[in-house]
Each structure stands twice: as structure tokens, then as C-alpha cells.
């Protein structure tokens, strides 16, 4: 083998990839957005009633600009998890595909 085929050997195992490698990125993103999830979720608990003044203009301003805020946040939360959940399966679908090209590709040497 000359030193040109054995260099490109060698940058060839590099591209080879790890389905593993894959699957544990989609379990760490699966993980991610369910605790992306029971924050929003519990964000939505957070000063449930006015406790800053019932009656009184300020208190009740304050109260309503909080919840507005911490809903806002929750929806937040809640959507970024269902984005991450969406990476999750696009980090098994690319272990799947590259595996299979892997294979398809020792399968024609």
C-alpha cells in the first residue's frame, strides 16, 4: 500500500460512525426536554394567587406582570422541549442513516 492509500485508510476511520454514539445523543436530548418539560410545567404553579395585595393597585399590578412573565416563560419551556424531543429523533434517524451507508459502503469493497 503506498503512503497516499494508507492516508486515505486512515481519514476513512475516521467518517465510520458509531450508531451508539447517535443513540446516546438522542437519549441525552429525550432527557433534556423531559426536564425542559417539568420545568415549564412546574413554572405554571409558581405564585398561583396574590399575594402581593389584593385591592391594593400596585400589588395587583404586580401580581398580574408576574404571572404574564412566568406564563411566558413556561410556554417557552414547553416549546423548546418539544423541539429538543424533535432533535432526539433526528439524532437516531442520522445514527440509523450513517450506519447504513457505513454498511452499504463495506458491503460494495
Same mark, same amino acid.
Not at 19 to 34: F, G
Not at 42 to 50: D, P, S
Not at 94 to 106: R, W
Given at each position: 500500500?503506498s503512503?497516499?492509500?494508507?492516508?486515505?485508510?486512515? /481519514?476513512?476511520?475516521?467518517?465510520?460512525?458509531?450508531e /451508539?454514539?447517535?443513540?446516546?445523543?438522542?437519549? !441525552?436530548?429525550?432527557e433534556a426536554?423531559?426536564?425542559?418539560?417539568?420545568?415549564?410545567?412546574?413554572?405554571?404553579?409558581?405564585?398561583?394567587?396574590?399575594?402581593?395585595?389584593?385591592?391594593?393597585?400596585?400589588?395587583?399590578?404586580?401580581?398580574?406582570?408576574?404571572?404574564?412573565?412566568?406564563?411566558?416563560?413556561?410556554?417557552?419551556?414547553? !416549546?423548546?422541549?418539544?423541539? !429538543?424531543?424533535?432533535?432526539?429523533?433526528?439524532?437516531?434517524?442520522?445514527?440509523?442513516?450513517?450506519?447504513? /451507508?457505513?454498511?452499504?459502503?463495506?458491503?460494495?469493497?
Amino acid at each position: 500500500m503506498s503512503p497516499a492509500e494508507d492516508e486515505g485508510e486512515r /481519514a476513512m476511520a475516521w467518517l465510520v460512525s458509531d450508531e /451508539a454514539v447517535w443513540q446516546y445523543r438522542a437519549q !441525552v436530548a429525550r432527557e433534556a426536554a423531559d426536564e425542559l418539560g417539568d420545568l415549564g410545567e412546574a413554572l405554571t404553579k409558581v405564585v398561583l394567587r396574590n399575594t402581593f395585595g389584593s385591592g391594593c393597585l400596585e400589588g395587583e399590578s404586580l401580581y398580574g406582570l408576574l404571572r404574564m412573565c412566568l406564563e411566558q416563560a413556561a410556554v417557552g419551556l414547553l !416549546v423548546e422541549a418539544k423541539d !429538543v424531543r424533535g432533535l432526539a429523533r433526528s439524532c437516531e434517524a442520522a445514527g440509523q442513516q450513517i450506519s447504513l /451507508a457505513d454498511e452499504c459502503g463495506c458491503a460494495s469493497e
